[in-house]
């Protein structure tokens, strides 16, 4: 009974090590796929570290670049800053040629304030020469009357040519008025041009009141060239109130010349139809000397008109320069715009290259965790082993014995 007994027990025993190397096996199973497992993991963790290193190479790749975009920003400010050290600069020499420009006027102001005094002077001095040869032709009409018809067919001659020199004069005059009349209205639609200039010119300055020092600076310079501009504009009308002065006093005394002209002509006409043949030739020299002054008369209103082509050019000179200004401040507000954006989207990287981090971050601490779960589960099926592997022993040696 006893044989059977421990036969039976012995079975037991047997059927609970197969059991057992059952389970051992099982856990063997389990503790390969643990290690498989395992070894998956720190395939992904070197995958992830991998990951995160060349993340780590990126975001400094990435600071580098915003440095260097940096660095280039500092010097497209110092570009900007040199570019604005020029603008000044010639502003400085554009207020000096301002300055030379209005001595000249000034001057030439002065010259032609003489040649119109001159001209007076010339033309009282005629009339004095024409009084007494007026004189001394009233005291020789006695002596004059034997050659009246010949006199008065060399009188009508010369009446005609005084008269078409006349027309020519008035003509003349006629055009000069129109001239300066025309030139007048160019110049009050350019100042009127000027002025909507100046006016797109303050908008522009509101638009960039924005930036820095720097388009402070400029602003002011803008201000001066604006009252450079007025300061143009007013002697264009203090020039025009002075031509309009002088057409009229000459006009007055174009007027008083031909009433005057009129009154010797009718006196000589009265006189001159018993002259000789000698007061022919005195004709013509009065003729030519009016030619002279025909001749003074044109080159005088040539000088106006260029002086005021060199006028209507300076106004030019300074339109174009304010285009030139409001299309720099145009493109320096482009440019601060396209900085200001660049910026923006270096900030947005890198947020979201942070963000990126500290997600793999988080996803490598979860990585971790599940290693040390792992770890940890691995330890316990050793320790399971160890005790079963400590039972078995035991088995064999109760067998044994």
């Known amino acids: 009974?006893?044989?059977?007994?421990?036969?039976?027990?012995?079975?037991?025993?047997?059927?609970?090590?197969?059991?057992?190397?059952?389970?051992?096996?099982?856990?063997?199973?389990?503790?390969?796929?643990?290690?498989?497992?395992?070894?998956?993991?720190?395939?992904?963790?070197?995958?992830?570290?991998?990951?995160?290193?060349?993340?780590?190479?990126?975001?400094?790749?990435?600071?580098?670049?915003?440095?260097?975009?940096a660095a280039q920003q500092v010097q497209a400010q110092k570009a900007v800053e040199g570019r604005l050290k020029t603008l000044q600069a010639e502003a400085k020499k554009h207020d000096q040629a301002m300055a030379a420009f209005e001595k000249q006027w000034k001057e030439k102001v002065v010259t032609e304030q003489g040649k119109t005094k001159r001209m007076e002077q010339e033309v009282k001095t005629v009339r004095k020469l024409r009084e007494v040869e007026v004189e001394g032709l009233k005291k020789e009409l006695e002596a004059l009357k034997a050659e009246k018809e010949t006199v008065y067919t060399a009188q009508q001659d010369t009446e005609k040519q005084l008269q078409e020199v006349t027309q020519q004069l008035e003509l003349a005059r006629l055009k000069h008025t129109d001239a300066c009349a025309a030139e007048a209205s160019n110049a009050l639609q350019l100042s009127k041009t000027l002025a909507v200039e100046n006016d797109l010119r303050l908008g522009l300055e509101k638009k960039v009141a924005g930036l820095e020092t720097e388009a402070d600076g400029l602003r002011k310079r803008l201000e001066v060239e604006q009252q450079a501009v007025q300061e143009l504009q007013r002697l264009q009308k203090d020039n025009q109130h002075e031509w309009a002065a002088e057409r009229r006093?000459?006009?007055?005394?174009?007027?008083?010349?031909?009433?005057?002209?009129?009154?010797?002509?009718?006196?000589?006409?009265?006189?001159?139809?018993?002259?000789?043949?000698?007061?022919?030739?005195?004709?013509?020299?009065?003729?030519?000397?009016?030619?002279?002054?025909?001749?003074?008369?044109?080159?005088?209103?040539?000088?106006?008109?260029?002086?005021?082509?060199?006028?209507?050019?300076?106004?030019?000179?300074?339109?174009?320069?304010?285009?030139?200004?409001?299309?720099?401040?145009?493109?320096?507000?482009?440019?601060?715009?396209?900085?200001?954006?660049?910026?923006?989207?270096?900030?947005?990287?890198?947020?979201?290259?942070?963000?990126?981090?500290?997600?793999?971050?988080?996803?490598?601490?979860?990585?971790?965790?599940?290693?040390?779960?792992?770890?940890?589960?691995?330890?316990?099926?050793?320790?399971?082993?160890?005790?079963?592997?400590?039972?078995?022993?035991?088995?064999?040696?109760?067998?044994?014995?």
């Open 249 to 401: 006093e000459f006009q007055k005394r174009a007027e008083e010349d031909k009433e005057q002209m009129t009154k010797d002509l009718h006196s000589a006409v009265a006189a001159e139809r018993e002259w000789r043949a000698e007061d022919a030739i005195k004709a013509e020299s009065a003729h030519s000397q009016l030619h002279k002054e025909l001749a003074g008369l044109k080159l005088d209103l040539m000088a106006k008109d260029s002086a005021l082509h060199s006028c209507r050019a300076e106004a030019e000179a300074l339109r174009a320069e304010v285009k030139s200004q409001g299309v720099l401040l145009s493109s320096l507000q482009q440019g601060e715009r396209t900085k200001s954006t660049q910026v923006q989207r270096l900030q947005h990287e890198i947020a979201e290259q942070m963000q990126r981090g500290e997600t793999l971050q988080q996803e490598a601490a979860a990585v971790k965790d599940q290693l040390e779960a792992a770890v940890l589960r691995y330890q316990e099926a050793q320790s399971q082993a160890v005790d079963l592997r400590s039972t078995v022993e035991a088995v064999q040696n109760r067998i044994a014995h």
């Open 1 to 69: 009974k006893e044989k059977q007994e421990l036969e039976l027990e012995l079975e037991k025993e047997k059927k609970e090590k197969q059991e057992l190397e059952l389970e051992l096996e099982k856990e063997k199973k389990e503790k390969q796929e643990l290690e498989s497992a395992l070894e998956k993991e720190k395939k992904e963790k070197q995958e992830m570290e991998l990951e995160f290193e060349r993340e780590k190479k990126e975001k400094k790749s990435f600071i580098a670049e915003r440095d260097a975009q």
